[in-house]
């Protein structure tokens, strides 16, 4: 789904609502591998974007997206609507919180300060075989979650770094203006970690 149908607005500080770009949600649905899932979460569902299109790409798959920033949650709400998407659930709340039922595979992108607690909890939220994939710009959480989940029980651990330009007008021509650089991190909950 291109960006563009997405709503965006702002925070209370006037800062953009974060959203999943189209070419890193593209990879973080693949790398979720839902045909088969059941139940996905999404944790700092920002606007949305991977929750929506996870479940207008699997009528069937169960939909989560765990978010704790007001202007977030309404933004969720706006576009869940435009899309007419009513089946993805919106649980307004900081994760890790306790939830009914386990997932198949959590996408987390945003942390909140709490990456390793969301980690834990992720990986206790997760069936087996379950995928977990992040999101992340800040080098510091990269390595954070680099260095916890490698004392996990996960297996399948891999890492992308995506650096994404997208053409813009400059003048009477255009250049490639860049993105900040996005890294990706999938694995799976290993089947004797119930």
């Keep these: 789904m291109k960006d563009e149908l997405f709503i965006r607005g702002q925070n209370a500080h006037g800062q953009k609502v974060p959203m999943t770009k189209e070419a890193v949600r593209v990879l973080a649905l693949e790398r979720l591998a839902l045909s088969g899932a059941t139940h996905l979460i999404d944790v700092g569902a920002g606007t949305g974007s991977v929750a929506l299109e996870a479940a207008l790409r699997f009528p069937t798959l169960r939909v989560t ?12 709400d706006e576009n869940r609507q435009r899309l007419g998407c009513d089946r993805v659930e919106i649980i307004a709340g900081m994760a890790p919180l306790p939830l009914a039922d386990k997932a198949d595979a959590i996408f987390i992108g945003g942390s909140g300060g709490h990456l390793t607690d969301l980690i834990d909890w992720s990986l206790m939220m997760l069936n087996p075989k379950g995928r977990l994939v992040l999101t992340f710009i800040l080098l510091n959480n990269l390595n954070d979650a680099l260095s916890h989940l490698q004392t996990c029980a996960v297996s399948e651990l891999d890492c992308v770094q995506l650096q994404l330009a997208t053409l813009t007008p400059l003048g009477r021509g255009h250049y490639f203006k860049p993105n900040n650089p996005t890294y990706l991190i999938s694995c799976h909950k290993e089947a004797s970690n119930v």
């Design 65 to 76: 997206a765990i978010e704790r920033n007001p202007a977030a949650l309404e933004l969720i």
